[in-house]
């Protein structure tokens, strides 16, 4: 079992950035997927980004693309999210999420995965 805690998030003006982290319990972090998803008020939870377990493929949103970059570091348990020119729609609630590795199927959906963390608030004015 893997704990997710996640930090940065907090309130930005269009154009600008943020870098979220998402810091996991547990000696296997390597061995899980990871990605982080968004849920907006009024509005379900959505993929925004994975990455595999070694770091060398991700997966974006057409939103996102161009955007935002995910990466980790295995060494420090750490998945990040880089989010720049930010726009008043990401304004959201981010949610970093692990997913156990042999599981088949796709990355995209909420319900691939097994962990979440309990979230951090990412406000973006215009």
């Known amino acids: 079992q893997v704990q997710l805690v996640e930090s940065g998030g907090g309130l930005v003006q269009a154009g600008g950035s943020l870098r979220l982290s998402c810091a996991a319990s547990?000696?296997?972090?390597?061995?899980?997927?990871m990605g982080w998803f968004r849920q907006a008020p009024g509005k379900e939870r959505e993929f925004v980004t994975t990455i595999s377990t070694g770091g060398g493929g991700t997966n974006y949103a057409d939103s996102v693309k161009g955007r935002f970059t995910i990466s980790r570091d295995n060494a420090k348990n750490t998945v990040y999210l880089q989010m720049n020119s930010l726009k008043p729609e990401d304004t959201a609630v981010y949610y970093c999420?692990?997913?156990?590795?042999?599981?088949?199927?796709?990355?995209?959906?909420?319900?691939?995965?097994?962990?979440w963390g309990q979230g951090t608030q990412v406000t973006v004015s215009s």
């Open positions: 547990g000696r296997t972090f390597s061995s899980y997927r």
């Open positions: 999420a692990a997913r156990r590795m042999g599981r088949s199927g796709s990355f995209y959906s909420t319900g691939d995965y097994d962990y």
